[in-house]
Every structure is written in C-alpha cells, then in structure tokens.
C-alpha cells in the first residue's frame, strides 16, 4: 500500500506520535446510534448469512444452557438456594458472551431492530424478515445442540446427576402457567437487550465480557424465562426422558427422581408465551423507550 494513501488516524505521518486510543465507553445517545445503525446492517444481510449467524446463535444460548446443567447437577441439599441460582447465572452467560463476542443473531437481542423502524429506516417488512429468519434459526440451533448433546450421553454424567438437573429445569419450564411464562419472559429480554445495550457502548473485549455478565446473570438468577434457552432445555429433557437409557432411568430411581414428565402443550405453550413476552421486553420496554428518549428528534437518520 501507497503511504502516501494511508488513513492518517490508523497510520500517521512517518516520525510523528500515534494517536491515543480512547478507553471510554460510548455515551448512551451514540449506543442509541450504534443500535440503530446495527439494526439496518442486520437487516440487510442475504438469507443464508443471516440464518446462520442465527443457527449459531441458537447453539451459542445451548452451551450456556449446557454449562447451567452442569453447576446445578447434585446442588440441591448442598447450596443455597441463592448462591445455587447465582453460580448457574453466572455460568449460563457464556452464551450470550460469546454471541457478542463471537458473532451471531438472537432473536431476543434483534427486537432492537424496532429502533430503526421507528426512525424509518427499516420497514415493518424487513425488520419481521429478520425476526422470523432468526427465530427459526435459534430454533435449529438450540434444538440441534440439544440433539448432539444427549447423543453423547452427556446427561449420564454424575451418575446421572447432570440428566436430573436437565429434565427438572425442562419440567418446571414446560409447567409454567401462561400468564406466568409470558411476564417472566418480559423481565427476561429487559435485562438481555440492556447487556446487549451495554455491550454496544463498550470498547474491548473484556469490556464487552463484563457488561454481559450481571444483566444475563441476574435474569437467570431471578428464575425469568428467555426463548432461545427454552428450545434447548425443553427438547433436552424430552429426548432424555422418552430415548433415555434403562441404565439412566434406573440411576434417576435410585435418586429418587424417576416419573418425571414434560407435556408437549406445555413446551409449545410456554414457547410462546415467552417469546411474546421477551419482544415486549426487548422491542417496547428497551428499544422503544431508548428510540424515545435518544432518537425521537435526531436529525442524523441516514
């Protein structure tokens, strides 16, 4: 490359200082910008690239899902209630570290698309383009995790400790009333879309890491409910209690946990309680509120 053609804030002149770059966060006007901005890139995104950020995105939430499992396997008895409900939220964001970090689409984090759509740049049309696509995507993506997960009989570990977690988490979750799935899923995607928000403003990696952190572990903590987790939770324990092994179920009787089961009306009924209710959280309690408060009267839509 010509010197003479180089950007002068990434290469200076010959013998003179580079310039200092800023630790600061961005201010919350611009990570209204930046959330708008990312919005309208997202939305312009071909189908397959699209759909397959959102597959990864659906397998990313299921390995923070899968490590939850985990830190809850033979904690009841031996942990605190809180301090069991802190650890596992603070393990689960791992999935959402690494969307943000690594790369990929939730549907949960894009009900901030509405941010665009109210400044016009996005229609209704392509903002419910990317919703759809990505949904469907986290779906094959969580569900396939979950399928990969119980074929490497990794629910057997423990003797068996790690399965009794997964089916106990997709027992109580199939088991929600309605009413109850949908508000839990609203404070859910509350405090997903503001770690999303803080990770918009943040300036490294590690940065991006911290401001994920406490907004998804304190959701977990707080027992509230995020779409995306419940496609892999759910069809997990479903694999697990009806293509379980005999040496499995014979290992959940002797814990004393066995005739444990998940109604299929409550997995589709909870589904989509909850999915409703993290868009209201996400697009009109975040998104919404941010739009009018930071881009009502901006004069820098373009």
């Known amino acids: 490359m010509d010197i003479s053609t180089r950007d002068p804030t990434v290469f200076p002149p010959l013998g003179q200082p580079s310039p200092v770059a800023t630790a600061d966060a961005l201010p919350s006007d611009a990570i209204a910008r930046a959330a708008e901005d990312l919005g309208v890139k997202k939305a312009h995104l071909d189908t397959v690239t699209l759909f397959g950020l959102a597959v990864l995105g659906g397998a990313f939430v299921a390995f923070g899902g899968l490590f939850y499992t985990i830190a809850l396997a033979g904690a009841d008895g031996h942990m605190a209630y809180g301090m069991t409900r802190l650890v596992s939220g603070l393990v689960f964001s791992l999935g959402l570290i690494l969307v943000v970090v690594a790369g990929a689409q939730l549907f949960t984090s894009d009900c901030l698309l509405v941010m665009a759509w109210a ?88 940065d991006k890491i911290l401001a994920v952190l406490f907004p998804v572990a304190a959701f977990v903590a707080a027992g509230f409910e995020h779409c995306v987790a419940d496609m892999y939770f759910m069809p ?39 999915t409703l209710g993290n868009w209201v959280g996400g697009a009109i309690l975040v998104g919404a509120t941010y739009w009018l408060v930071y881009r009502r009267n901006a004069h820098d839509r373009a």
């Open 119 to 206: 400044s016009g740049r996005l229609t209704f049309r392509e903002m419910l383009r990317v919703w759809t696509i990505v949904w469907v995507g986290n779906l094959v993506g969580a569900v396939g995790t979950a399928l990969l997960s119980y074929l490497s009989g990794q629910h057997e570990f423990g003797h068996g400790l790690v399965g009794d977690a997964a089916l106990h988490v997709a027992v109580a979750k199939s088991s929600l009333p309605i009413a109850r799935a949908f508000f839990l899923g609203i404070l859910c995607n509350v405090l997903v879309c503001l770690a999303v928000w803080l990770a918009l403003g943040a300036r490294s990696v590690g």
């Open 236 to 274: 997990l324990g479903l694999l697990i209690e009806h293509a379980g092994s005999d040496v499995f179920h014979d290992q959940l009787s002797a814990l004393g946990h066995a005739g444990r089961h998940i109604p299929i009306g409550g997995f589709l009924a909870n589904l989509a309680a909850v």
